[in-house]
């Protein structure tokens, strides 16, 4: 955003950008009385300067200004600091700015300025209580929780492969304008037997089935979750599937799919066993975007013979996989492939087992459930990474690198001293760790201990909530403990063979649960807007073994 202020002959010529970034000028002109160039003039023309204009006036013009800038000027003088600790609005701007979030447009919640920044200030803090005491529990068999399993806008789903059973119920309905509860039962996903893969999305009451038929002609239905007909807003009732290029349908086999989705984007990866005449079979992914609003084909296709560790999207079009490197895809045209943004080298030979970015928090308008009472939404583009890899490291990397390209060329690898340790923190644990972020938060359990039984299994966990936002050190009003230093983690490679050291120092607050959760009854936990979600396996005499989700509002 440009600011240009002129004080010439009197005038005070000022013309700011619209704050929603259009090229859109306001200009606003304060002119003095004419007098003659006496030393009583030059007073009246330094009166005549911003300090002059009405209170409501200078905070009007100032929260067209960006979070620094305006700070910026906050701190020039005792006037205009008074103008910012007075203004409700002003500091508004520069706490969902701190927080990283975005001011939902168009919104038909009538809430006013202040209260809002009251709520978003105690919220903030309300996280570093961590008070980790169920406010609501639910049980369900443990046939009714196995592959995959998701908590999304207030909703749990799960889908589990060998049985072709899957379910919705709403955890949390206030979260949500519409919620959903269904059951599919065995053979009732799809026309054949058993599916592929399945896709929830309550955000926009769509259900994604992959399937395939006569071995590798591959569907992909759409459908509504409140009633399983076609869904109203996709271009047809399936998306078509093209094989890789180079070879028919006798020469590849599937040995697994995943399926992703964000917004008006659809995305399934295949892993593909490829027969040759004159050579062993060999391995290659296929990953296939669709815009499934607008068109049931796609041309927008990658592919490649090396390991895919996993891929997500990063929101405003933009496609991250992560392979040996990290490569930032544009996906805006479907209608052809994917252009490579930028590559950024990754900081070791590492096998990625996750790559978790939930963008379930952030809202888009353009669904049907978008939620008109919203004040504030995740913003998209300062958000954290999460990718786990097989030697049990946690990589948690700001997206801001992601979109700030600017001077960034697409044939050279970005060294990983250049973008990384500025804008990532690493965690190394002893065994599997359980983790989830939303938003700039982080949720990590910890494991403490020895199983006395399972020696390979730690004994409990312990969950740290960290926080990476701006303004963390400021909500957390002496609670938890800053994190600012930088931390290094020995990385092996090469079977022993090569040693190097990784130092991060993407500063974080940390706070850590006094609650201990034996780790053998620990399966996964979930972090979803303002609430903790812990699910836990119990067998007990009484119960029997049965899952019980707990739910934790902050």
């Known amino acids: ?42 007073h009246l023309v330094k009166k005549a300067g911003f300090l002059s204009l009405p209170e409501e006036l200078r905070s009007y013009v100032l929260s067209f200004l960006r979070c620094r800038d305006l700070l910026r000027c906050a701190s020039v003088c005792k006037a205009l600091r008074w103008t910012y600790m007075s203004s409700s609005e002003l500091q508004y701007i520069v706490e969902l700015s701190g927080q990283q979030l975005l001011r939902v447009p168009n919104t038909d919640n009538h809430t006013a300025i202040s209260e809002r920044l009251r709520l978003l200030r105690d919220r903030a803090h309300a996280w570093f209580k961590f008070d980790l005491h169920s406010f609501k529990t ?17 909703h749990f789903s799960l889908w589990d492969k060998n049985t072709d059973l899957a379910w919705i119920i709403p955890i949390v309905p206030k979260r ?59 271009a047809g009732p399936k998306l078509i599937l093209l094989g890789p290029p180079g070879y028919d349908e006798t020469r590849f086999a599937t040995t697994r799919t995943e399926l992703k989705g964000f917004g008006r984007h659809i995305a399934l990866r295949r892993s593909l066993l490829v027969s040759r005449v004159d050579a062993w079979a060999s391995e290659m992914w296929q990953l296939q975007i669709w815009d499934w609003q607008h068109s049931t084909t796609s041309n927008s296709i990658l592919s490649d013979t090396t390991r895919l560790g996993d891929f997500c999207f990063l929101g405003s079009n933009r496609l991250l996989v992560v392979a040996i ?45 978008w ?77 403490v201990g020895t199983h006395m039984r ?73 972090l979803d807007k303002d609430t903790i979600y812990i699910l836990n396996n119990v067998d007990s005499i009484n119960d029997g073994n049965i899952r019980r989700l707990e739910v934790i509002d902050v």
């Open 371 to 447: 939620n008109k009472k919203s004040m504030h939404t995740s913003d998209p583009k300062h958000r954290l990474l999460c990718i786990t890899t097989d030697a049990n490291r946690v990589y948690i990397i700001s997206t801001r690198i992601f979109f700030d390209l600017d001077g960034m060329t697409v044939v050279t690898p970005i060294p990983w001293d250049d973008w990384g340790p500025s804008n990532t923190r690493i965690f190394q644990h002893p065994c599997e760790s359980k983790i989830h972020v939303s938003g700039n938060r982080v949720l990590q359990a910890f494991p």
């Open 1 to 42: 955003m440009e600011v240009l202020a002129l004080s010439i002959g009197g005038h005070f010529n000022l013309k700011l950008q619209s704050p929603l970034g259009s090229s859109n000028f306001f200009p606003m002109t304060y002119t003095s009385p004419i007098v003659k160039n006496t030393s009583h003039t030059a």
């Open 176 to 234: 949500s304008q519409q919620t959903f509860a269904r059951e599919w039962s065995p053979g009732t996903l799809c026309p054949v037997r058993y599916s592929d893969g399945v896709f929830m999305d309550p955000t926009q009451n769509l259900i994604a089935v992959v399937y395939f038929v006569h071995d590798e002609t591959a569907y992909i239905d759409l459908r509504a979750l409140d009633g399983g007909i076609v869904h109203p807003q996709a």
């Open 138 to 154: 639910i049980s369900f068999p443990t046939e009714m929780c196995d592959e995959r399993k998701a908590v999304i806008d207030g």
């Open 325 to 369: 490197d990290l490569k930032i895809y544009s996906i805006e045209d479907i209608s052809q492939k994917p252009q490579m943004l930028a590559c950024f080298q990754s900081p070791e030979r590492w096998l990625v087992k996750q790559c978790l970015l939930p963008m379930d928090d952030v809202e888009r308008p353009q669904t049907q459930t």
């Open 454 to 526: 399972f020696p390979e299994c730690p004994k409990e966990y312990i969950l740290h909530m960290m926080d990476f936002s701006p303004l963390a050190v400021t909500n957390r009003r002496g609670l938890g403990r800053v994190v600012k230093e930088p931390s290094t983690i020995d990385v092996t490679e090469y079977y022993g063979l090569y040693r190097r050291s990784l130092t991060t120092s993407l500063p974080y607050v940390e706070v850590v649960s006094d609650r201990r959760m034996e780790a053998i009854d620990l399966e996964d936990i979930w």
